[in-house]
Antibody, heavy 113, light 112 residues
């Protein structure tokens, strides 16, 4: 099992960014997937979840601004980040299933002017 | 949201010492399906978290059996029977019984 995030970077407040998580080593379409973030030096915060049937759930802090999606043909999970705020600065991880049994290496998103 | 409080926040141990970490939940984590979705994760320095134990006491594949988990309802414990150097890092409990998924405050295990 391997999860590889990409798409992070430095972005100005109010702008957008799209993160990707490329999955391999398992049947991607059969698993729900999470996005979880970690503020540098601090703890872990759940961001969003998409089920195997593409039902979605969001944390209140990102609802209406972030969109989680998946492309099973490409074995890829996405997170569209809009209207970014400084408090969205974090390392973003994708993780597999309800147990979060596998995690990617993370991608850094920095929101700053 | 469910609040998970871990103690102690920092733990100093010598190699070979046995240690325990507590995780207390603000509400019962017993699900209506009879399972308790309380997991333990380890984040080594510079790495992403990895799953150690799921559903209170089940060892994830490949995790050494010096790790064990116990507890029920709102009180849970992770025990390491004989700390090894590779065990250093931050331990998190995590619950998936109640939406949204939440994580504990973390316990940093360091060498004394």
């Amino acid at each position: 099992v391997q999860l590889v995030e990409s798409g992070g970077g430095l972005v100005q407040p109010g702008k957008s960014l799209k993160l990707s998580c490329s999955a391999s080593g398992f049947t991607f379409s059969s698993y729900g997937m999470h996005w979880i973030r970690q503020t540098p030096g601090k703890g872990l915060d759940w961001v969003a979840y998409i089920s195997s049937s593409s039902g979605t759930v969001y944390a209140d802090a990102v609802k209406g601004r972030f969109t989680i999606s998946r492309d099973n043909a490409k074995n890829t999970l996405y997170l569209q980040l809009n209207s970014l705020k400084s408090e969205d600065t974090a390392i973003y991880y994708c993780a597999r299933s309800g147990n979060c049994d596998y995690w990617g290496q993370g991608v850094m998103v920095t929101v700053s002017s | 949201d469910v609040v998970l409080t871990q103690t102690p926040p920092t733990l100093s141990a010598t190699i070979g010492q046995s240690v325990s970490i507590s995780c207390r939940s603000s509400q019962s984590l017993l699900d209506s399906d009879g399972d308790t979705y309380l997991n333990w994760l380890l984040q080594r320095p510079g790495q992403s978290p990895q799953l150690l134990i799921y559903s209170v006491s089940n060892l994830e594949s490949g995790v050494p059996n010096r790790f064990s988990g116990s507890g029920s309802e709102t009180d849970f414990t992770l025990k390491i029977s004989g700390v090894e150097a590779e065990d250093l890092g931050v331990y998190y409990c995590m619950q998936a019984t109640h939406a949204p998924l939440t994580f504990g405050t973390g316990t940093k295990l360091e060498l004394k």
